[in-house]
């Protein structure tokens, strides 16, 4: 038997914002990168600072942007708890398995009055299992030897020694979920791997093979869904990253090639990646539905020279492996520089609800999150050499060992709105309170090469006034028009008040032991 139907093609005449929801069958269909960001450069207003072709950056950061905001403005949500890392303000995102993902929604213009920052906001609606066991599996592989070459033996006769490419992507992934007890409790477990090996056009190894930085993310994750009674229902979330880097020679080499990738460049070593969330549903009344999450986000991770390139302070071997730039040849050599380890943590909450009464549907709703952004900073002689042609020019004096503390103590937002219709009238109106709050634990650091010992108190808003501890309004207002009451021409507005989402950064600027560094001339 075949239907065949007829539909009038309209428009949303009630929202002033018009999201983008990519199904998981949307996901499966499109032939690009499975992350998040590649999957939203194809809503429109949307760009990626890098482009990810085929999935060559799926083990790096790239980021998305609209209408001229920074990629800190952007705000991420999983299952509608925030899950933005807590470094460079919220910029850096977590490596969320795909598979996981039932359907994301995006939006760039008009964000009302429940997200802070008015970029890309986006939100993934993970799966729940279900009553039916089901799995699906995903299978990518680009073998080294697809990969070609565009160095003609023109080039190599004159001097051209490398190319810069992808040498070999792998994304394997797949989830599976089913009924633990039949109506009332659900599993979905998932896990991908992700590797992008990246050759260097000039970096090679002492056996003269080309450069590789081998990348690779490992992803498991489990989650229940566990339907307490009709009205009622919960879900917990455990959501695992290892990210591993072997050699930084294209990603943190700062465009300089590796003399040897073996010892003059940084590793990356995973210490611990994860995300892990709960989150309750209720139905209070016929009229309202509430709405509670709370989630943990680990993002700590050490980028550090190779396995015995490190050496104990003050000794002779340590001032002779500070690392060597040649800006002249772009070479780095001898060691990768700085040894640097992060720890940021974000523990985020959530309380919704939404009251329907007549035409109105008011929503309301309040978000907090607290943590550190902690990072500590180490080199061998505390400097970096440099040179041009082979000969000393001058040292990059740094002001390690540091030891940084910022902290979070409120990222709270308190907000309402209520969109309401007045014959071809539509309008959505919002209002938000804001809080920041944040500061500098007290820190201490030993004696460097260049800094004496260090010993500093705590820094907030108290000691001084107005730092970290700010308080706002931010009205939003969303306006639709149906201009001939067929839904078919529909004029949309919007307005509002966006703050930038600080987390630390400002605080930069009086921190006591921020990292700073001074060129001395070689003599």
């Known amino acids: 038997t075949v239907n065949v139907e007829a539909a009038v093609a309209t428009v949303d005449v009630e929202n002033a914002a018009h999201p983008a929801v990519l199904t998981r069958d949307d ?58 890392v807590m470094q460079s303000d919220g910029q850096i995102q977590a490596y969320i398995d795909n598979a996981i993902i039932q359907e994301t929604t995006y939006q760039t213009s008009n964000i009302t009055a429940d997200s802070q920052a008015g970029g890309v906001f986006v939100n993934m609606v993970p799966k729940e299992g279900g009553n039916a066991f089901h799995s699906d599996v995903f299978l990518g592989w680009v073998p080294s030897r697809f990969v070609g070459t565009n160095v003609t033996p023109l080039e190599i006769t004159r001097g051209t020694v490398g190319q810069s490419r992808v040498a070999e992507i792998q994304d394997f992934d797949g989830s599976i979920g089913g009924p633990i007890l039949h109506d009332k409790l659900w599993f979905l477990a998932t ?7 990246l050759q260097s056009p000039g970096s090679f190894y002492a056996n003269g093979q080309p450069g590789i ?21 919960m879900s917990i979330m455990d959501h695992r990253m290892w990210k591993t880097i072997k050699d930084d020679i294209v990603s943190g080499s700062g465009g300089y090639n590796d003399s040897n990738p ?9 210490v611990m990646y994860y995300i892990a969330q709960t989150r309750w549903t209720g139905t209070l009344t016929p009229k309202l539905i509430m709405q509670g999450g709370f989630g943990i986000e680990y993002n700590d991770y050490y980028v550090t020279n190779q396995p015995g390139v490190l050496q104990a302070p003050f000794t002779p071997s340590w001032y ?11 070479t780095r050599s001898v060691s990768g520089g700085s040894n640097t380890y992060y720890a940021f943590r974000r523990y ?37 050499y440099n040179y041009q042609n ?73 000691t001084i006034k107005g730092l970290g501890c700010f308080k706002d309004w931010a009205p939003r207002l969303g306006i639709v028009y149906d201009l001939f009451g067929d839904h078919k021409t529909a004029l949309k507005m919007g307005v509002g008040k966006y703050d930038t989402p600080i987390v ?10 921020f990292a700073a560094a001074e060129t001395l001339t070689w003599v």
């Not at 992350?35 to 083990?59: F, W, Y």
């Not at 002779?320 to 772009?330: H, K, R, S």
């Not at 630390?504 to 032991?513: I, T």
């Open 348 to 384: 985020a909450y959530t309380i919704t609800g939404q009251y329907v009464t007549g035409s109105h549907q008011v929503k309301f709703g309040y978000t907090d999150s607290f943590g550190p952004a902690y990072q500590n900073l180490l080199y061998n002689g505390d400097a970096i």
């Open 504 to 513: 630390q950064q400002e605080l930069n600027n009086f921190n006591p032991m």
């Open 27 to 84: 996901m499966d269909a499109i032939p690009t990168a499975r992350n998040v960001q590649s999957l939203g450069a194809l809503v429109a207003g949307v760009h990626l600072n890098t482009p990810d072709v085929g999935g060559s950056m799926q083990v790096q950061q790239t980021y998305m942007t609209s209408h001229g905001n920074d990629t800190w403005n952007d705000t991420w949500l999983l299952d509608g708890i925030l899950v933005n």
């Open 191 to 197: 896990f991908r791997k992700q590797l992008s090996n």
């Open 390 to 462: 082979g000969v000393p020019v001058n040292i990059t004096a740094e002001n390690t060992p540091l030891y940084s503390k910022p902290y979070l103590d409120h990222y709270l937002g308190i907000y309402a709105m209520d969109p309401w219709t007045y014959k071809r009238l539509s309008v959505t109106a919002g209002i938000r309170w804001e809080y920041l709050q944040n500061h500098v634990n007290a820190e201490s650091a030993p004696a460097g090469r260049f800094v004496p010992a260090r010993n500093f108190a705590r820094v907030d808003c108290n």
């Open 320 to 330: 002779a492996n500070a690392a060597e730039l040649d800006t002249a040849q772009l």
């Open 213 to 233: 930085e081998n990348d690779y993310i490992y992803t498991p994750s489990l989650r229940l869904t566990y339907q307490i009674s009709p009205k009622f229902k």
């Open 262 to 270: 073996n010892i003059s460049s940084n590793h990356r070593d995973p």
